[in-house]
């Protein structure tokens, strides 16, 4: 049985609202975990912060699942000497979420237990076993046998942090990947949040794990994700919630990337974005939105749209892809789509593109399907 300290990772029992875990020795901490369905974090956010400098909390994550992506799932960690005191802590924070314009739903019992264990095995038993493959964790049970493979994320390397999280998710979907998204939030003594962030990759077969690392970087057109080699004993880490890295990121700097505000494109950008995407579903093409401004389509196709000429975009767009990937370039602007055309860099390369926004109308969808 797999020990974290002094408390056994697989022996937890489970009373109503809450996991807990009893350490082998009496004198240390109970911790137990309670997970929620939420709707939108921004009106839970505030509350969490509260309870986290009261120490109310001990820390809190969220857990989005690749394949899942609608699904929101928040995981509160909460510590203490005694069992009666963390039920006292509990019922107040559920309390408050009770209470705020889109509630919160508490798992409770075998719909929490099976949450819970979610990213890992539906079925943990006595003779699970952990061991590493490369810089892969593995985990077997008798009728289950699985590899995690552990990502960072640099958040500072993020452009559009408001539409980072559905972008990513529908890029690693797209690559037919498993896996879940983790953000873990604790507080510093300095009253300071604190953010790590994951992605771990999970499959039956280990696969080729360096694909993902090079693709999804290449997209972001820098080093996104990072693989790190996690040691047999810190899978705890992963399994209750917490980072996998000393690396992390202050809330205070990256709010947006979790609360999505009002863009400022202009309708007109907008407007072809919507024609663009509703022609691509019409001819069922795949394809994945990484920011206004970029479609990534069919693995094959970048489609840049513009509302004025951006060279210094352009040239980071082909700097990471080209050739890699044909290019197309839309120009909104006429006297910018002119400008584009005479561009010695540009007009010369092969497998660019360059469409005339009267020409959107025209363009045939039926060219992304072909490879």
Not at 127 to 145: D, G, H, P, R
Not at 174 to 196: C, P
Not at 207 to 219: A, D
Request: glycine fraction near 0%; charge should be positive; include cysteine.
């Amino acid at each position: 049985m797999f020990k974290k300290g002094k408390y056994r990772l697989f022996s937890y029992f489970i009373e109503n609202y809450l996991i807990y875990y009893k350490s082998i020795k009496k004198n240390n901490k109970i911790i137990a975990f309670a997970i929620c369905e939420y709707l939108e974090f921004k009106s839970i956010e505030p509350i969490l912060k509260d309870f986290l400098r009261k120490r109310a909390i001990h820390y809190f994550s969220i857990q989005i699942d690749i394949n899942e992506k609608s699904e929101k799932i928040l995981l509160l960690n909460f510590e203490d000497y005694k069992k009666e005191n963390i039920i006292k802590s509990f019922n107040i924070v559920k309390q408050f979420l009770a209470e705020i314009e889109k509630p919160v739903k508490f798992l409770k019992e075998k719909f929490l237990e099976k949450k819970f264990l979610a990213i890992f095995l539906q079925d943990i038993k006595s003779n699970t076993s952990i061991s590493k493959v490369s810089e892969a964790i593995t985990i077997s049970t008798e009728k289950e046998l699985k590899f995690f493979n552990f990502y960072s994320i640099n958040l500072d390397l993020i452009e559009q942090r408001k539409s980072f999280i559905s972008n990513f998710l529908n890029l690693i979907s797209n690559f037919s990947r498993r896996g879940f998204l983790i953000f873990n939030f604790q507080i510093d003594d300095s009253e300071e949040i604190k953010i790590f962030a994951y992605f771990v990759d999970i499959c039956e077969r280990n696969k080729n794990n360096s694909n993902i690392e090079n693709n999804v970087n290449s997209i972001f057109h820098s080093n996104l994700i990072s693989r790190q080699n996690i040691k047999i004993q810190e899978i705890y880490n992963y399994f209750w919630r917490l980072g996998v890295t000393d690396t992390f990121f202050f809330l205070n700097d990256f709010c947006n990337l979790f609360f999505l505000k009002k863009n400022s494109y202009s309708l007109d950008l907008l407007n072809i974005n919507d024609q663009i995407e509703e022609n691509l579903v019409k001819n069922q093409t795949e394809y994945v939105r990484l920011s206004p401004n970029l479609l990534f389509i069919e693995h094959n196709y970048l489609f840049i749209i513009l509302e004025n000429l951006d060279s210094e975009y352009i040239h980071r767009i082909l700097k990471a892809h080209y050739p890699k990937f044909f290019i197309y370039i839309l120009i909104l602007n006429n006297l910018a789509y002119k400008k584009l055309l005479e561009m010695d860099s540009i007009k010369l390369l092969e497998n660019i593109i360059i469409i005339h926004p009267k020409e959107i109308q025209k363009l045939n969808y039926q060219e992304f399907k072909r490879s």
